[in-house]
Nanobody
């Protein structure tokens, strides 16, 4: 079983940056594709960014392209989400998730494809 623990959330002003981290344990990290999802109050959970097991393929929500970058360090069992130029619309709880093979944003955006989830970390962007 894989355990995921997110960190790095917090309160930031619009235009600022945050770096989220997700530490994985209890499984073979390279067996999993990884995703960062977010859920704002009253809204559905959405895939923000996805990275395949090797880091060679990434997918992003259109609204974060050019601002967010997902990366992973397989030697450390870590996945990161660098978030720049944050806006109040980015305010949400951000979740790290581990899943099997998928390709393309739409296919990977299905939360049911991810077997393991972290507890989430709150990101609040003030205007």
């Amino acid at each position: 079983q894989v355990q995921l623990v997110e960190s790095g959330g917090g309160l930031v002003q619009a235009g600022g940056s945050l770096r989220l981290s997700c530490a994985a344990s209890g499984g073979t990290f390279t067996s999993y594709n990884m995703g960062w999802f977010r859920q704002a109050p009253g809204k559905e959970r959405e895939l923000v960014a996805h990275i395949n097991w090797s880091g060679s393929n990434t997918y992003y929500l259109d609204s974060v392209k050019g601002r967010f970058t997902i990366s992973r360090d397989n030697a450390k069992n870590m996945v990161y989400l660098q978030m720049n130029s944050l806006t109040p619309e980015d305010t949400a709880v951000y979740y790290c998730a581990a899943g099997g093979y998928c390709t393309g944003y739409a296919y990977c955006a299905n939360a049911a494809r991810y077997a393991y989830w972290g507890q989430g970390t709150q990101v609040t962007v003030s205007s």
